[in-house]
């Protein structure tokens, strides 16, 4: 599967650099730099997950980012399971361009999988056209039209998450359907994927963050969502004390050590200015951890709520990152990912699939 004289270069002419020898190291970054993250282990883990899942993308060609952090293993995996990778980088808070390119250059280098990926600046007509599988990653939205007009109609948009975490700010969904593209989630708790098992621990990490302890901790769980019995569960896993509520609405005054903010987003915030003044009322002295679902920060500082993480994420997102404990879940969450798309993309998937979810 690994031997690269069995797959085709990078489309002749695309503008880009390929991952084709020995890559200069870029100044140490704080993910970089933990050895959890380091490539030979990265290789293992990703290895791992494609002989786990089964992923096979042999005569396929993927279009996706270049990242920092564990998001940089996404090319990788495609290429370790035999795909044609173009990967868009781009500079963000996370990196540089020339990081991303060392940072993928180098795991790439290690699984030697190198001449298999192509890390493109700008992505023309001909990269989306060539694409079997685009992933909906941060460096490639939004997907729009035109960028659906260039694809082609048996082309298969991975969203990389469930279904039902469905954002239309990322893809434009009536041009995929007038063009026949197909979009499709990924089962993140079938047994092979497990990525749900991560959102515990990444609350946990959140919260000791901000300094909260867990063990032994008063914690209202505002969730209306999946997501909940696993959150639940990573928590009273180290001690703490814990409740459920579908919003603040619902939250009695109590001595919360903190307050976890797990509601699906919605077109307005799901905490406003209304429920800051009763977050102040009822727990005046908890923390507001933004797991997931947009806030009033404004409202919340002016009500004296105190906040975190200190990063306000982008509408729709989740404040906390999955590779914030390890790279473990974003392996295993875009392993999947593609998993689903090539299942889609081939054919295989059934009408209640247990890894596809399509849209």
């Known amino acids: 599967m690994n031997d690269a004289s069995a797959f085709p270069r990078p489309c002749e002419g695309a503008p880009g650099y390929v991952l084709r020898g020995p890559v200069p190291s870029a100044p140490p970054d704080a993910v970089a730099a933990r050895p959890g993250f380091a490539p030979l282990r990265l290789k293992a883990l990703i290895r791992e997950a494609v002989q786990r899942t089964g992923l096979d993308l042999r005569g396929l060609t993927v279009l996706t980012e270049a990242a920092t952090g564990a998001y940089g293993t996404t090319p990788v995996i495609a290429a370790m399971a035999g795909a044609r990778v173009h990967a868009l980088a781009r500079a963000s808070r996370h990196g540089s361009v020339e990081q991303i390119r060392d940072r993928v250059g180098a795991l790439a280098l290690q699984a030697g999988v190198a001449d298999r990926i192509a890390v493109v600046e700008t992505v023309p007509p001909d990269l989306w056209r060539a694409a079997d599988i685009v992933t909906n990653s941060g460096h490639l939205r939004p997907i729009d039209a035109a960028a659906v007009a260039a694809m082609r109609p048996d082309a298969v948009i991975a969203l990389m998450f469930e279904a039902w ?3 239309a700010a990322d893809i434009d ?10 979009i499709v989630g990924v089962n993140e708790r079938h047994e092979s994927i497990d990525v749900f098992s991560y959102l515990g621990l990444t609350c946990v990490k959140m ?31 180290l001690g703490a004390r814990v409740q459920v509520f579908d919003g603040v609405g619902a939250l009695p005054a109590d001595s919360w050590q903190a307050v976890v903010c797990a509601l699906r987003p919605t077109r307005r915030p799901r905490i406003g200015p209304g429920d800051a003044k009763r977050l102040a009322r009822v727990a005046p002295q908890a923390v507001l951890a933004q797991f997931w679902g947009d806030v009033d920060r404004r409202a919340l500082r002016e009500a004296g709520v105190a ?18 404990t390890g790279p473990e879940a974003v392996v295993r969450l875009q392993t999947g990912g593609l998993l689903a798309a090539r299942r889609v993309f081939r054919g295989e998937a059934a009408v209640r699939d247990p890894v596809a979810q399509l849209l």
């Open 307 to 324: 906040l975190w993480p200190e990063i306000e994420p982008a509408p729709g997102h989740m404040a906390a990152l999955l590779d914030a």
């Open 207 to 237: 919260l000791f963050d901000a300094g909260i302890s867990v063990y032994g901790s008063r914690i209202a769980l505002l969730c209306d969502n999946d997501f909940g019995p696993f959150i639940m569960r990573g928590l009273t896993g």
């Open 165 to 167: 975490e469905f954002r």
């Open 173 to 182: 969904l009536a041009a995929c359907r007038a063009k026949g593209v197909r």
